[in-house]
């Protein structure tokens, strides 16, 4: 399996984004899945993901902003994010929600204040 994030870039706060994230090498229906973000100095983070029953979670820090997505015919996860903070500033990886395969290499988001 494959994951190749992109669609990061410099905001400024209170501006938005869309993450995209390319699965490739599942030949069925790719799991639940997740976006996670790693600050310089943190531990990496679970921010979004898809739950049973096509249901979504979010950490507080990002509800009511993010909001995760997929399309299957594209095998593509996708994160919306609106009204970013100079705290979101992160590289943005998406992986199962248990984290079950291979990192890629994530997409840098800087947010400038």
């Known amino acids: 399996v494959l994951l190749q994030a992109s669609g990061g870039g410099l905001v400024q706060a209170g501006g938005s984004l869309r993450l995209s994230c390319a699965v490739s090498g599942v030949v069925v229906r790719f799991p639940a899945m997740g976006w996670y973000r790693q600050a310089p100095g943190k531990q990496r983070e679970l921010v979004a993901s898809?739950?049973?029953?096509?249901?979504?979670n979010y950490a507080d820090s990002v509800k009511g902003r993010f909001t995760i997505s997929r399309d299957n015919a594209k095998n593509t996860v996708y994160l919306q994010m609106g009204s970013l903070r100079p705290e979101d500033t992160a590289v943005y990886y998406c992986?199962?929600?248990?984290?079950?395969?291979?990192w890629g290499q994530g997409t840098q988001v800087t947010v400038s204040s």
């Open positions: 898809e739950t049973t029953g096509d249901s979504t």
């Open positions: 992986n199962t929600r248990g984290a079950r395969w291979p």
